[in-house]
């Protein structure tokens, strides 16, 4: 289990709010959807190298934790 702070950040002004990447525009979000049109993580630290395995880690499971809460609350 990781924790969310320091990597996972929420800035009103950047991409509309959605939780990035330490304060960079690269959002949670993007990060699933690179994954699941089919790229690998080695693919995605290649291509964005200020990224590293472990935020592509901790991005997944904040998303995971996060749809978790709205399943389980709704």
């Known amino acids: 289990m990781y924790i969310f ?3 996972i950040s929420i800035e009103p ?3 509309g709010g959605q939780p ?3 304060e960079m525009r690269i ?3 993007d990060i699933l959807g690179w994954l699941a049109s089919g790229m690998e993580i080695r693919e995605i630290v290649e291509n964005f190298t200020e990224l590293t ?3 592509i ?3 997944l ?3 995971a934790n996060r749809q978790n809460r709205e399943v ?3």
């Open 72 to 74: 389980t609350a709704g």
């Open 5 to 7: 702070k320091p990597i």
């Open 27 to 29: 959002t949670a979000a």
């Open 53 to 55: 395995k472990e935020e």
């Open 20 to 22: 990035g990447i330490r």
């Open 61 to 63: 499971e904040f998303s």
């Open 57 to 59: 880690l901790v991005a």
């Open 13 to 15: 002004d950047k991409r």
